[in-house]
Nanobody, 117 residues
């Protein structure tokens, strides 16, 4: 199973930016698609964005314009650039990987993002 390790979370103020990273232990068909999810306190997990190895990406509509997903295939690393952060972005952000959309076979441990008002 692919191991995923996230980093980059922290405590920031509203309007600030953060960049999350996720390093995968290998490059394989199971990392063809990589993505970010988040779970806010008391809420269901929600999809943030995903990107294929070839660069095709998908965003949750509410994240478009503020969040940018990217990946460096040579480094097996996924990124999430988050700008203009809002308190409602406070959540644990999880990295996921899988061979195809909806087939998320590996998950990271999560990184906490807290946005103060």
């Amino acid at each position: 199973q692919v191991q995923l390790v996230e980093s980059g979370g922290g405590l920031v103020q509203a309007g600030d930016s953060l960049r999350l990273s996720c390093v995968a232990s290998e490059s394989s068909p199971n990392t063809y698609l990589m993505g970010w999810f988040r779970r806010a306190p008391g809420k269901e997990q929600e999809f943030v964005a995903s990107i294929s190895r070839s660069g095709g990406n998908t965003y949750e509509e509410a994240m478009k314009g503020r969040f940018t997903i990217s990946r460096d295939n040579a480094k097996n690393t996924l990124y999430l650039q988050m700008n203009s952060l809002k308190p409602e972005d406070t959540a644990v952000y999880y990295c996921a990987a899988g061979p195809s959309p909806g087939s998320w076979s590996s998950w990271g441990q999560g990184t906490q993002v807290t946005v103060s008002s």
